[in-house]
């Protein structure tokens, strides 16, 4: 039941505060910029709608679980790897140098000069604070929702404790945030990444194989030893990518 | 619009953001699956490790492939 609650808890903890660093970059560069009261109105908003997101792909996954529990293992486990995988990737060409790290502190400095360029109306209500601030939190927590569901689908305990590690993570956030009001650039955002990505990919295969009725050979136990091997393929594939690229590329994520 | 429009490709990017990556990933899910139902139940438990050779096998052959495109990116060849 405990490892059950973690195997929900801790992966949801991790994503939800490397996605959360990331919306609070663009959160404080609103408040710092344009005033605090549209960006947690726009915060509050996009938070609304995170939760009807879950609600809404959550509950019928709960209700349904027994009924359809072999298919319902084929599909989280689908999903999980498709998030892992892609996770997990991006993670070691980051490490490798292939990838240019996700730099906070940069990405504050855009968010600011273009907040800075639409200028402000003091008087008024400032509808691109909130909907900066909104657009943030919601494509950002987008996938933090997706996966809360994946890791939540083994039984209502379980979304319960996915969804107390997202909101765990996103407190967390804020109360540092809140102390230094500037962007969280000391959090090992892709250290983090990997983390999540190798978890996911484990628990895909592990989920995934018990949807085709396999049984694995020490039950639970060989989550670990999935892990492992996850661990190690990355391991030779950072070595691998500073084999063939030894001065890296630094190439920005979204043209690799 | 603006927003609908970033959602949607946030939805998209998050489960294709690779294609190599998504599809070799569901390749090997339905070969795994196919594998498990073809030979029987005494085999079928070889499905979990063969899923995750496949899997990592993946792994390994795409990010090879994205590490020598970059890098011919970068250098020019």
Known sequence: MFLTLAIAAVPSFLASLVEWVEAFTIIVAVGNTRGWRAPIIGTASGLATLAVIVAVFGTPLILFHDQISQGFHIVVGVLLLLFGMRWLRKAILRFAGIVAIHDEELIYQREVAELRAQGLRPDRWDNIGFWFSYKAVLLEGLEVAFIVVALGAQGGAALQAAILGAVAAFAVTTSFGAVVHKPLSFVPENFMKFVVGAMLTTFGIFWGAEGMLVRWPLDAASLLFILGGVCLTSVVAVRMLALIAPQGARVAARNI | ?77
């Open chain 2, 1 to 77: 619009m603006n927003l609908l429009a970033s959602a949607w490709e946030q939805v998209y990017g998050l489960l294709v953001e690779d294609g190599q990556i998504a599809i070799g990933t569901l390749a090997a899910f339905v070969a795994a699956f196919a594998w498990s139902v073809l030979v029987g139940e005494e085999l079928r438990d070889s499905a979990g490790p063969l899923l995750f050779v496949l899997l990592m096998t993946l792994l390994l052959v795409n990010l090879y492939t994205t590490g020598r495109k970059a890098h011919a990116k970068r250098t020019g060849h």
